[in-house]
């Protein structure tokens, strides 16, 4: 990443992609989970239900991201409530990090590439694959998608 990027994101000129904040992150070293997990107050009443307006806005570019259970102690699932806008994706490179990634979509069209294999997610499909494998997500479609995803371990 090159100063002049990293100088932006100080100056909140832009907001960086999660693949940018991971590659920032990783020269403190810290995690993605401690990094959104510094604003926390641990509490020994851990919350069982999370209100929709209690989630944690993860949000990168114009893809929605809500992720839910942020504040539950030593979290080792990453469940997201997601929506692509039309013409949105998760970025030009793919991504791929230890562990188990499924989901299932709930409401529009959705592509999947992992791999070299590209796969159109209808409403009520789901998937499940080994993440240490390249994928991306795209909504090449006129309407929006919505996603349920979880990964494990937790990478946010």
Do not use: C, W
Not at 1 to 12: A, G, L, R
Not at 70 to 95: F, H, N, Q, W
Request: a negative charge.
């Amino acid at each position: 990443m090159t100063n002049s990027t990293i100088s932006m994101i100080e100056k909140n000129s832009v907001s960086p992609s999660i693949s940018s904040l991971k590659k920032v992150l990783g020269g403190i070293p810290m995690s993605l989970v401690e990094f959104f997990s510094l604003d926390l107050e641990q509490s020994s009443n851990t919350p069982v239900v999370y209100k929709a307006d209690e989630l944690s806005d993860l949000s990168s570019g114009s893809i929605i991201m809500k992720l839910i259970g942020k504040d539950y102690p030593s979290r080792a699932i990453t469940l997201l409530d997601e929506t692509y806008p039309p013409g949105s994706d998760t970025g030009d490179d793919m991504y791929a990090h230890e562990g188990e990634e499924t989901g299932v979509l709930v409401e529009g069209r959705l592509e999947l590439t992992v791999g070299d294999e590209t796969f159109v997610l209808e409403s009520g499909d789901s998937y499940y694959f080994d993440s240490t494998k390249p994928h991306r997500f795209r909504n090449p479609f006129e309407a929006p998608a919505r996603l349920i995803s979880a990964t494990t371990p937790a990478n946010f």
